[in-house]
């Protein structure tokens, strides 16, 4: 079996176009047995206006900073940060002058 090797650096990245982001760009890195990741490029202003989605996700931060609202709760988010979202919750995401990368662990099949 050839090794498969994926480039995820924000050359590689395209603009993410689901409903209400902007300034985000994304790189599919994986999708198996019902697990999607992806790595997020939050440009210095960029957002992932509000959403809510009908199955968990992990977010985590690898570099930057920024902001998320979960429910009522608005909190700072920054590097080494693991922020587990759960299914059908409100939220929302964004950065205020630092760009952020990010990975995206999504579970659309629990």
Request: charged share 25%.
């Amino acid at each position: 079996m050839p090794i498969e090797i994926t480039r995820f650096d924000s050359e590689h990245a395209v603009s993410w176009d689901d409903g209400g982001a902007s300034g985000v760009s994304r790189v599919p890195l994986s999708e198996t047995r019902g697990v999607r990741v992806a790595t997020l490029y939050f440009e210095a202003k960029g957002e992932i206006g509000r959403r809510e989605v009908p199955y968990p996700v992990l977010l985590i931060i690898l570099e930057g900073s920024g902001t998320l609202r979960l429910g009522g709760e608005i909190r700072e988010i920054t590097a080494g940060d693991a922020i587990p979202l759960p299914a059908n919750s409100m939220h929302m995401i964004w950065t205020t002058g630092t760009p952020m990368t990010a990975l995206l662990v999504e579970y659309p099949e629990e």
